[in-house]
C-alpha cells in the first residue's frame, strides 16, 4: 500500500514540472516570435570610450563642417586621363555637391598648388595642358597630388563631408560598379566600411550560428554514436541561445562586430555542460538519476558558467560603449544558458544517459588512448614542467615587447570596399583626412604654417583671406594613406604639430585620429583588465579548494594557453589588436572550465592529492574534458568561415588557447598536484 503523503508529493512533483515545462515552452516561443526583429549594427565610432568621446564633444574648431564624417569615394577609369574622363568625372563632382546634406567635395580638381595656391589641374587644363599632362603636372605640383591620384593616372580619391545620412546613402547609390559605366565609382572609408560588416553581420547572424550548432552535433552523435542522444544533449543549451537572442530583440540591442562572439560562446559552453552531466548522470554513484547527477555537478557548472560570465563582465571597465554591451551580451547569454540547463537539462537527459555510456564506443576509444598518453606523460615531470614554463616565458616577452596597433581594414569583408582600399593602398593613395585647425592671424605665422603643410612657399595671402574671412581659423586637410595603421596615423599627427611649433599653435583633429588614439588606448586598458581577471580567478580557485598551492597551479595552468595566444600575435601580425586583446579575455573564462571539472573530480575524494587521486579524477572527468574540448574546439572553427577578418582571428586564437588549455590540463596540472599535493 503506498503512503498517502508519497501520493501527494508526487502529484505536487508532477505539477510543479508541469508549470516548469510551461514557463519554458512560453518563454522560448516568445522569444521565436522576437528574433524577426533582431538588428545588425557596425557602427565604428562605438569603439571609443565616454571619455573619448566627451573630449571630441569639447574640441574647439570653426571649420565644424569639414569635420563631419568624412565619406570617401575612389573613383576609377582606365580613361580617367582622356578628355570624355575627365568630363564625366567632373559631372560627378557636380551631382556629388548638388546633394542635400552634402557640405564639402574635395577632389583632384580642388588641390591647390603649392607656391601660389591656386588650383593647378584647372590652371593647366585653362593653359592648354592635354588631359593625360594635366592630370600628371597636378599629381607633381599640388599639394597632396600623390595622395589623391594613382600612379598610372586612372584611380582618383573623393573626400565627401557632411550629414551622416547623406554619406550613407553615398555608399548604397555607388556599390555596385557597373561594367557600362564610364566610371567606376566605389564608397571606401569609415560609412562604407560599416556598411560593408553590417551586412556581412546580417549574413553570419543567419548562417554560422545555426552552422556551428550541427558541427556539434555530428561530434557528439559521433562520439556517443547515437543521432537522438546528440539531440538531446543540445537541445537545452539550443533554448539557451533562442533565449538570448530573444533577449537582445525585447531590448533592442543590436549584434555588432564585438558581441557576435557571444552565441558561439554560449551555445559551445553549454554544450560542455550538458556533456558533463550526461557523463555525470552514468556514473555509478548517480544510479542514474539526472537530478542527482545536476546536484552533484552544479557547484562545477555554477562555477564555469561564474567564470565565463565574470570574464565577458570585466570588459565593462575599459569604458566604451562597445564593450560595455558586449560585457552585457555575456553576461546575459551565460546567465540564460545556466537557467536552461539547470531546468531543461535532467529532463533531456532522461532515458539516453546509461545507454549512451554503454554504447559510446568510439569515445571511450578514443579515451582509453588518450588516457594512456598522459600516464607515459606523467613519467616526464621535469620536462612538462619545463616545457610549460618556456611557453609562459615566450608569452610574456611577447606581452612585454610586441606594440599595439590596430589597421582601418583588420575587421574588413572582401568585396568592393576592400577590393577599393587594396587599390588604394597600392597606390599609395589617401584614405581619410585629417584636418589642422591653424590660427588665422597672419601674425601668428599661418603663411609659414601653410608653407609647411603644403611642402612648399608661403601662399598669396588673398587668396587664403578669402577662404578663412569671418572665421577664427583655417581649416587644411592632411590626408592619411590607406596602408597606414593607427601608429603611423599618430606618428604622422605629432610630427606634424612638431613642424608646426615654431609657426602656429596648430591642432589636429578627425576621424582616423580619433579612431587610433581610442583604440590603443583600449587595447592597454584592456591587457591591465586581462591580469586583473587572470589574478581574481586564481584566487577564486584558493578560496573554494581552500589551497594557495591551487591558486598557484590554476594561475601558471591557465596563463599558458593565454600568453601563447600573445605569442601567436608575434610571429603572425607583429602586433596586439582589439580582437586579440578580446579574445584573450573571453578565453580567460572558457579555458578555466576543465581546470574546474578536473579539480571537482579530485576535491571529491576528501583528501591529499596523491598519484592515485588524481589518476582516478583524470579517470573521471577526463573523457568529458576531452569530449567538450574537441566540441569546443570545432564550434569555434566555425568563426573561420565569417567574412569578417575579426572573428577569424577571435576563433583561431579561442581555439588555439582552447587546445592549449586541454594539453596543460591533462599533463601539466597533474604533475604539478602531485608534487605538492595541493588539494585538500
Request: glycine content about 6%; some cysteine.
Amino acid at each position: 500500500m503506498v503512503p498517502q503523503g508519497s501520493g501527494a508529493r508526487r502529484d505536487a512533483t508532477f505539477r510543479r514540472r508541469m508549470i516548469r515545462t510551461a514557463v519554458v515552452i512560453l518563454v522560448t516561443l516568445t522569444c521565436l516570435g522576437l528574433l524577426p526583429f533582431l538588428q545588425s549594427e557596425s557602427d565604428l565610432s562605438s569603439a571609443l570610450s565616454e571619455r573619448d568621446a566627451s573630449q571630441i564633444a569639447a574640441a574647439k574648431f570653426e571649420g565644424a563642417s569639414l569635420l563631419d564624417r568624412t565619406a570617401v569615394l575612389l573613383v576609377r577609369s582606365e580613361n580617367l586621363a582622356s578628355a570624355s574622363g575627365l568630363n564625366a568625372f567632373s559631372d560627378l563632382l557636380f551631382e556629388l555637391q548638388l546633394l542635400e546634406g552634402i557640405t564639402h567635395v574635395s577632389s583632384v580638381f580642388s588641390l591647390p598648388d603649392a607656391e601660389n595656391g591656386q588650383l593647378v589641374l584647372e590652371q593647366a587644363l585653362s593653359e592648354g595642358y592635354a588631359p593625360r599632362a594635366a592630370l600628371q603636372h597636378t599629381r607633381d605640383a599640388a599639394s597632396y597630388g600623390a595622395d589623391f591620384l594613382s600612379r598610372d593616372l586612372t584611380a582618383s580619391m573623393v573626400f565627401v563631408s557632411g550629414e551622416s545620412n547623406s554619406l550613407a546613402s553615398l555608399a548604397r547609390t555607388f556599390a555596385p560598379c557597373e561594367k557600362d559605366t564610364t566610371l567606376c565609382v566605389t564608397p571606401m572609408g569609415p560609412i562604407a566600411i560599416e556598411q560593408a560588416v553590417e551586412d556581412r553581420l546580417q549574413f553570419d547572424n543567419l548562417l554560422l550560428t545555426p552552422v556551428s550548432a550541427i558541427v556539434c552535433l555530428a561530434i557528439v552523435a559521433v562520439w556517443f554514436g547515437s543521432l537522438r542522444i546528440a539531440l538531446h544533449v543540445i537541445a537545452p543549451v539550443l533554448v539557451g541561445v533562442i533565449w538570448y537572442f530573444g533577449l537582445l530583440a525585447l531590448l533592442d540591442i543590436p549584434i555588432d562586430v564585438f558581441n557576435a562572439v557571444v552565441p558561439t560562446v554560449i551555445l559551445t559552453i553549454g554544450l560542455a555542460d550538458m556533456l558533463h552531466l550526461m557523463n555525470a548522470v552514468g556514473k555509478n554513484h548517480t544510479n542514474g538519476d539526472p537530478q542527482l547527477a545536476l546536484r552533484r555537478i552544479l557547484p562545477a557548472i555554477t562555477l564555469t558558467t561564474a567564470t565565463t560570465a565574470f570574464a565577458f563582465a570585466s570588459l565593462a571597465l575599459e569604458g566604451s560603449e562597445a564593450l560595455q554591451r558586449l560585457a552585457f551580451c555575456g553576461v546575459a547569454g551565460t546567465s540564460l544558458l545556466w537557467v536552461a540547463i539547470v531546468t531543461i537539462g535532467p529532463f533531456a537527459c532522461r532515458g539516453v544517459a546509461s545507454a549512451s555510456m554503454d554504447n559510446a564506443t568510439f569515445g571511450k576509444k578514443v579515451s582509453s588512448k588518450l588516457f594512456r598518453t598522459v600516464l607515459l606523460g606523467l613519467r616526464s615531470r621535469r620536462s612538462i614542467i619545463a616545457t610549460g614554463a618556456a611557453v609562459s616565458l615566450i608569452g610574456i616577452f611577447s606581452l612585454s615587447w610586441v606594440p599595439v596597433d590596430f589597421e582601418f581594414t583588420e575587421n574588413l569583408p572582401d568585396g568592393p570596399v576592400a577590393e577599393a582600399f587594396e587599390t588604394a593602398e597600392r597606390e599609395g593613395l589617401a584614405m581619410a583626412p585629417l584636418f589642422v585647425s591653424l590660427p588665422s592671424d597672419p601674425r601668428d605665422g599661418l603663411p609659414a604654417a601653410i608653407a609647411v603643410l603644403n611642402g612648399g612657399e608661403a601662399p598669396d595671402m588673398s587668396r587664403v583671406s578669402d577662404a578663412i574671412a569671418g572665421r577664427d581659423t583655417l581649416v587644411l586637410p592632411l590626408p592619411v594613406t590607406a596602408g597606414m595603421r593607427a601608429s603611423d596615423i599618430l606618428n604622422l599627427a605629432d610630427n606634424t604639430l612638431a613642424r608646426l611649433a615654431d609657426h602656429s599653435d596648430a591642432i589636429i583633429d578627425g576621424f582616423p585620429m580619433r579612431v587610433s588614439e581610442a583604440a590603443i588606448e583600449i587595447v592597454e586598458r584592456l591587457q591591465i583588465i586581462f591580469f586583473l581577471a587572470i589574478a581574481v580567478l586564481a584566487t577564486v580557485f584558493g578560496v573554494i579548494f581552500r589551497s594557495a598551492w591551487v591558486t598557484v597551479c590554476a594561475l601558471f595552468v591557465n596563463l599558458l594557453p593565454l600568453l601563447a595566444m600573445q605569442a601567436a600575435m608575434v610571429f603572425s601580425m607583429g602586433w596586439i589588436n582589439m580582437a586579440s586583446v578580446v579574445a584573450m579575455i573571453v578565453a580567460s573564462g572558457i579555458v578555466v572550465d576543465d581546470t574546474v571539472h578536473l579539480l571537482w573530480a579530485i576535491r571529491r575524494r576528501k583528501i591529499r592529492a596523491t598519484t592515485h587521486t588524481v589518476l582516478e579524477g583524470l579517470r573521471d572527468a577526463g573523457e568529458p574534458v576531452s569530449l567538450t574540448t574537441l566540441a569546443l574546439i570545432c564550434g569555434f572553427s566555425i568563426s573561420l568561415a565569417s567574412g569578417l577578418p575579426g572573428l577569424q582571428l577571435f576563433g583561431a586564437l579561442v581555439m588555439l588557447s582552447l587546445g592549449l588549455a586541454w594539453l596543460a590540463d591533462m599533463y601539466l596540472l597533474p604533475v604539478v598536484l602531485i608534487g605538492r599535493g595541493g588539494i585538500k
